[in-house]
């Protein structure tokens, strides 16, 4: 038998049974979020089916008429200058029993791993993505499908319109379904990929897989594609501009020769192991080896992964274009997709019918001022016969004499960008001394750009902005006392002036102008390096990678930037602490002389106060 619990035992029970102030006040809780999650739910579901109803949304089975691009071309702006045409486009449509099972696989392995079970979009990638947008790491969650939308299936203006991002989500996750609902079962999925595959911009001018296979390997058959050409590949479509590999290649020997000896046979494109795109390559054979191989199964062992990660990306040789400014040529290609297809969109229908006349910001006649300057400064001190080559660039009496001082001074290359600072507009761009040089060394690479992907040490350049950091923040004045006298700053750091003199106490504007060394690294520690770090973006610098691991350091510009980001940050020192960016067009056109997009002149962003700047 059970015995009754005294009342003693039996009190709490009973007290915890009544419902309390604070039970009351979370069920009241519950229900007002129970509530709310309905009227959010219904007011989706509204939307959604509105969204979905809208007659101007295209017919997925319009995904079957692929686009074919007309030529277009780029002036300079006088409009009168043409500096390029494009067009020509390199495409040739494939058939999914023509694309090999690994090139499915990386596609699918790095851009949408359940594209084979997912029914146009992928709800836990999106939610994930949203958590880390939350934590500061903003990124992607579309799937395959959804992209191939937004290249093909939705409106031009919505997708170009950066106001209108929440509506062309939704929309986007609409087409998708009904693409997946066109086009059912896993046939169904079988074109989607191929149409995919077909549809993908590949940089330098390749559309489609097929094209980009010959364009870069000289590979015809799609079938004999390596396993690390095959991930290389895979991984362009996220940034063709960014990635192609024709533009990211260095020229090397076949054979070891001296540093700066002439090679004696063909030189061969390489891409350095280095560089990002050859790590997104590897980034993908990893998640391919970690088993996201649907179609491939275990036909790769682990020795093959290992192979190809450490596998030469070889280019074949390339038929340059002669294209006048041809560095800011490629700058203009780029914002061009930037501009008609939306961010991070890499090609559209706009784009690819062509016809397009474009209006660039450059200035013909300062672009080949600015070319012959680098060359005198570059290609002339270390020509065999200085004189001859000064005077084939326009120097009547030859080689000036500060440019036979510049001979054996190991200057290899030079590049030079010219902003107007009120607008934005780049007005001369040359990416390297001579983009048109018959050979390239190891030292002259002479189709790399190294005004917009060249990642180089500001050095003392950067200083102004560490003090602006300072002054801007109140925590020093252009009449603050430091002491130039030698310190060590942790960790056996102890920096130098340049001369290696010490003057004592110096006020910031004398530290500043005279470019001193210990000011500069005691006012980073009174900043703080990641402020600096996070003020200098502000300002228009990108910097190579998210963080800075430079330490006091960064005072004395070691934290690597491209040129013409710092560049632009100047304009915004120039602009009075107003950001504007930087900019390559005026205009777009089709050929009946209708604008394409509507450019407005940058309304720019306060990034310090006029004083402070």
Not at 121 to 145: K, W
Not at 191 to 200: D, E, F, G, K, P
Not at 415 to 440: F, I, R
Request: proline letters at 6%; hydrophobic letters at 40%.
């Amino acid at each position: 038998m059970h015995e009754t619990p005294p009342a003693a035992l039996r009190q709490p029970y009973l007290e915890r049974s009544q419902p309390s102030t604070a039970g009351l006040i979370a069920l009241v809780i519950w229900i007002l979020f129970a509530a709310l999650a309905m009227v959010l739910a219904t007011g989706t579901v509204m939307a959604f089916s509105k969204l979905a109803s809208d007659p101007n949304l295209p017919n997925p089975r319009d995904l079957e008429k692929l686009g074919f691009q007309e030529e277009s071309i780029i002036y300079d702006r006088t409009g009168k200058v043409e500096l390029a045409r494009f067009g020509q486009t390199k495409r040739s449509v494939v058939t999914f029993d023509q694309i090999p099972a690994v090139a499915i696989d990386a596609q699918t392995a790095i851009e949408d791993k359940t594209f084979w079970e997912n029914s146009g979009f992928d709800p836990v990638a999106i939610i994930s993505a949203a958590v880390d947008s939350l934590r500061g790491r903003a990124r992607g969650a579309s799937t395959i499908t959804q992209q191939l939308v937004r290249q093909r299936l939705l409106e031009p203006e919505l997708v170009q319109d950066p106001s209108r991002q929440a509506e062309r989500k939704l929309k986007e996750i609409i087409q998708s379904i009904r693409l997946t609902e066109a086009f059912p079962g896993i046939e169904g999925k079988k074109q989607i990929i191929t149409a995919y595959l077909n549809q993908n911009y590949y940089g330098n001018q390749a559309y489609g897989i097929k094209a980009a296979a010959q364009v870069y390997f000289g590979v015809t058959d799609l079938q004999k594609l390596t396993l690390a050409q095959a991930a290389i590949l895979a991984g362009l479509p996220k940034s063709p501009s960014n990635y192609d590999l024709v533009l990211n290649a260095v020229e090397e020997c076949p054979v070891a020769i001296a540093e700066d000896a002439e090679c004696p046979q063909p030189t061969k494109l390489v891409v350095p192991q280095d560089s990002e795109v050859v790590q997104r390559r590897n980034q993908i054979l990893g998640l391919m080896e970690d088993g996201r191989m649907t179609l491939s199964g275990n036909r790769y062992s682990q020795a093959d992964f290992e192979a190809a990660k450490k596998e030469e990306v070889v280019v074949t040789p390339q038929t340059t274009p002669q294209w006048k400014a041809p560095h800011f040529v490629w700058a203009v290609q780029k914002e061009l997709a930037t501009r008609l297809c939306g961010e991070g969109v890499p090609t559209c229908n706009v784009l690819e019918s062509g016809g397009l006349r474009i209006t660039s910001t450059l200035d013909w006649k300062l672009q080949q001022i600015g070319e012959k300057w680098v060359q005198a400064a570059a290609i002339v001190p270390n020509a065999k016969n200085p004189d001859t080559a000064a005077k084939a660039i326009g120097f009547k009496n030859g080689a000036q004499p500060w440019m036979k001082n510049l001979r054996g001074r190991q200057i290899r290359n030079g590049a030079l960008v010219a902003l107007d600072y009120q607008t934005g507009e780049l007005v001369a761009y040359v990416g390297s001394a001579n983009y048109y040089a018959a050979k390239s060394t190891a030292k002259f690479q002479a189709k790399y750009d190294v005004v917009g992907s060249g990642y180089r040490q500001p050095g003392s350049a950067f200083k102004p902005f560490n003090y602006l950091t300072a002054i801007d923040a109140g925590r020093l004045r252009a009449s603050t006392m430091l002491m130039d006298s030698g310190v060590d700053f942790g960790g056996k750091y102890t920096p130098a002036d340049a001369d290696n003199l010490e003057r004592g106490p110096v006020r910031v504007r004398t530290a500043l102008q005279f470019s001193l060394n210990i000011p500069s690294v005691k006012t980073m520690q009174i900043n703080g390096p990641d402020e600096v770090f996070q003020r200098a973006q502000d300002f228009g610098m990108r910097f190579k990678g998210e963080t800075t691991q430079a330490g006091l350091a960064l005072a004395l510009g070691v934290q690597e930037v491209r040129p013409i980001d710092l560049v632009t940050a100047y304009g915004t020192l120039a602009n009075g602490g107003t950001y504007i960016g930087h900019a390559t067009i005026l205009t777009i056109k089709i050929t009946s002389g209708q604008p394409v997009a509507t450019i407005d002149p940058p309304a720019g962003t306060k990034a310090a106060s006029p004083q402070a700047a």
